[in-house]
Nanobody, 114 residues
């Protein structure tokens, strides 16, 4: 069974940094493109970043480009989101997602506030 478990969220000040982790199991991890999404209260869930199965290609939302870095370690079945220069607008629950899998995990809360 597919499992995706996010961790690493927390409360940080504007300009701070966090690294989110996604631990994957139950599927051949290196065969799938993976994504990070986020959802703020009262807003639609939005795509933040995408990474292809080997990690050779990455794509970012304009709002995070240059500040966030998506990466993966296929040997460990792990995906990461390095978040730098955080802004209050980044406050949201962050979710990892496997392409083709229609379920969402618990996510991890990121709060950027002074």
């Amino acid at each position: 069974q597919v499992q995706l478990v996010e961790s690493g969220g927390g409360v940080v000040q504007p300009g701070g940094s966090l690294r989110l982790s996604c631990r994957a199991s139950g599927f051949i991890f290196n065969a799938y493109t993976m994504r990070w999404y986020r959802q703020a209260p009262g807003k639609e869930r939005e795509l933040v970043a995408t990474i292809t199965n080997t990690g050779a290609s990455t794509t970012y939302a304009d709002s995070v480009k240059g500040r966030f870095t998506i990466s993966r370690d296929n040997a460990k079945n792990m995906m990461y989101l390095e978040m730098n220069s955080l802004k209050p607008e980044d406050t949201a629950v962050y979710y990892c997602k496997r392409m083709g899998y229609g379920y969402w995990g618990q996510g991890t809360q990121v709060t950027v506030s002074s």
